[in-house]
């Protein structure tokens, strides 16, 4: 009786974890297409309105450069969807790869700009076109230089995979080195957003007071509201993939049936969701 009430409690937990699974497998691929969608409106629409700017500010540029990153992410996704959908993986192990390694590069080099226009707009700075052109050219150089030839040349390729597989690579984490990687990632990314977060905050706050009740009317209190809007995309896209992480790398070596993937190709699904950010910088220029 004991063996088989222990066999009808293991077939029922497998049966949840499955139903589980299949729920975030579907959460995942309409995530991938809201991004697909959404994201190449949002491109489409932004570059028609710099095209009629013909602006070349610090915050064009830098703009220019979140659409051209958000771009080639999404020229990534219809890999992820083909994946996701028919369950296996037909472009072979470069392309997974590359596919791979373009959702983190977009990641990282994304809140890299959002922190630029952030600082430019929280310290008033004010820069010349060619030194903001070099200092984004420096982004676009280190992300394409250095840090794709670093993940193409280790992300992958200790391990066998199975070619029918991709987006797969628990088995790196298992590695010393990747797990201090990921958390001095984690680290940075988690206490900028958390520092500039609270400067962000206390700067409304204090124009708020000052400039209360008719603060929308004011252009200083508007910009600064704006600022808020990337750094609240970070803590919606962002923070939870990093926070998951922490556990997912704790957790990983007792993850034998690999229960904890589906969760960490959602959280990273959503970091994806910042592509949307166009949109949403679109109505605030409307208004």
């Known amino acids: 009786m ?23 497998h579907t959460i995942l691929i309409a995530l991938y297409i809201i991004d697909l969608a959404g994201g190449t409106l949002g491109a489409i629409m932004m570059a028609h309105q710099l095209f009629q700017r013909r602006s070349q500010s610090t915050m064009t540029i830098i703009i220019s450069s ?24 037909k472009f072979g192990w470069l392309a997974c790869q590359l596919t791979s390694a373009i959702i983190y590069i977009h990641m990282y080099t994304t809140f890299t700009f959002y922190v630029a226009i952030i600082t430019i707009r929280l310290f008033r700075l004010e820069f010349k076109r060619c030194c903001t052109a070099a200092w984004v050219a420096a982004v676009w150089l280190l992300a394409a230089l ?31 080195a990747m797990v201090i990687i990921n958390y001095c990632l984690i680290g940075i990314l988690v206490s900028v957003c958390a520092g500039l977060t609270v400067i962000q905050l206390s700067v409304i706050y204090r124009l708020a007071v000052k400039y209360w009740p008719d603060i929308n009317s ?20 962002f923070i939870p993939h990093h926070v998951f992480r922490v556990y997912y790398i704790q957790n990983l070596h007792l993850d034998k049936d690999r229960k904890l993937l589906p969760y960490n190709e959602f959280f990273l699904a959503l970091t994806t969701m910042c592509c949307l950010d166009m949109l949403c910088f679109l109505a605030g220029i409307a208004r």
């Open 2 to 24: 004991c063996n088989s009430s222990l066999i009808q409690q293991n077939l029922s937990s497998n049966e949840t974890m499955q139903d589980t699974s299949e729920r975030l």
């Open 146 to 176: 250095v840090i794709t030839p670093v993940l193409l040349s280790y992300y992958g390729t200790s391990n066998s995979y199975r070619s029918s597989e991709c987006f797969q690579f628990h088995k790196e984490m298992e590695k010393v």
């Open 218 to 237: 004011h252009a200083e209190f508007r910009a600064q509201a704006k600022s808020f809007f990337f750094i609240l995309v970070t803590l919606v896209c």
């Open 66 to 89: 979140l659409l051209v990153l958000h771009i080639l992410m999404l020229l990534s996704i219809p890999f992820r969807l083909s994946y996701y959908i028919s369950r296996e993986w």
